[in-house]
Every structure is written in structure tokens, then in C-alpha cells.
């Protein structure tokens, strides 16, 4: 009888967990590097839907280890992964943690991509 109870637990958690999971899917990459003074040669990737803009991921390097965030307007989280630098489909979650409301209105305008020299340069 103590094993029923334990196979219909599991299966109740199982189920809640699934009905509560999201599946985010990606169609967008944008690569971009900057560098400040304190943080010289930043590369980060951008993943986003562009059916649905109420999530978008983020990947870079912090001290030697990629990471990445998955911000969910929608649901106002943000999810921290690691992420296997042999095998960057491997995503290690980390934890969730709420948004804090910074709701701002401004919107971005970027310039057309210019090339000078090789290297390619835009504005917003």
C-alpha cells in the first residue's frame, strides 16, 4: 500500500510539474561585443522569438564561464543557467528569481551598420 501512495506522489508531482514547465523557442540570434573600461572585450549573444517578445535569453562569459539568463517578461523572472562549455546545448539551471518592475517606455533606434576598415559599427 506504501508503494501505491509513493507511484501516485510521484506521478502527481510529475504532472505538476509539467503543467506548470514553459518551452521557450528561438528563431533570432544577434551577436555584439563591446568593451568598457572595467570590462575590456564583452561578446554576448542574444536569442530571441520573434513571434513573441515576452522572453529572450542571453549568453556570455563571466570569469572563465559561460552563463546565460533567460528573462520572461510575461511571467516577470529571470532564469539563471550554466552552461557546458563542451557541449554549449547543455544548460544547467541555476535558480529562478523574480523581476523587479522597471518599466520604462524609452525605445531604441539603431543607425545602419557602417563599415570602416573593417569593422562594422552601429549607433542607438
Known amino acids: ?24 523557442k528561438f528563431d533570432k540570434v544577434v551577436k555584439n561585443s563591446f568593451s568598457t573600461l572595467y570590462f575590456p572585450n564583452q561578446e554576448w549573444t542574444n536569442l530571441f522569438n520573434s513571434e513573441d517578445d515576452s522572453y529572450y535569453m542571453q549568453i556570455y562569459n ?19 543557467f550554466h552552461i557546458d562549455k563542451s557541449d554549449s546545448l547543455k544548460l544547467y539551471f541555476i535558480e529562478t528569481k523574480n523581476m523587479t518592475k522597471n518599466v520604462t517606455k524609452n525605445k531604441f533606434v539603431f543607425s545602419d551598420i557602417k563599415e570602416k576598415k573593417g569593422i ?4 542607438f
Open 1 to 24: 500500500m506504501k508503494t501505491v501512495k509513493t507511484i501516485f506522489s510521484v506521478l502527481f508531482l510529475l504532472f505538476v510539474g509539467i503543467g506548470h514547465s514553459q518551452n521557450y
Open 62 to 80: 563571466r570569469n572563465d564561464t559561460l552563463v546565460s539568463n533567460l528573462y520572461d517578461t510575461k511571467e516577470n523572472k529571470i532564469h539563471y
Open 120 to 123: 562594422k559599427k552601429m549607433i
